[in-house]
């Protein structure tokens, strides 16, 4: 089948008993802070969880090509041609 994720990074508002149960079930480790209002927190790899701030500053720097954010390619490999030349972009600036 397919490629099998090791984790699943998210954040707080995704602290759900059944999602996690869901996770285990599937063997795949949830990095997933606890809510604040969980009796028992529970214990997650803060290591891993840092890496989540680097795909969500990607995410937000290719909604800044119009052409992505307003998704103006329909078929999926123009689309996904734009991306990888955004991405290239971003990182050669940076």
């Known amino acids: 089948m397919g490629h099998q994720p090791k984790r699943l990074l998210a954040d707080r ?12 079930g599937r063997r795949i ?5 606890p809510n604040s209002t969980r009796k028992h ?7 891993a969880y840092k ?6 500053r990607m ?4 909604k800044d090509f119009r ?4 998704r103006y390619d329909k078929r999926a490999d123009f ?7 955004a991405a290239v ?3 050669w600036v940076n």
Do not use: Q
């Open 13 to 24: 508002a995704y602290d759900a008993r059944s999602l996690r149960e869901v996770l285990a």
């Open 79 to 85: 689309l996904l041609s734009t991306i990888l030349l």
């Open 29 to 33: 480790k949830a990095v997933i802070p």
């Open 89 to 91: 972009l971003t990182w």
């Open 67 to 70: 052409r992505i954010a307003t």
């Open 59 to 62: 995410f937000c720097r290719l």
């Open 51 to 56: 890496g989540r701030n680097v795909i969500e």
């Open 41 to 47: 927190p529970h214990r997650y790899d803060k290591t």
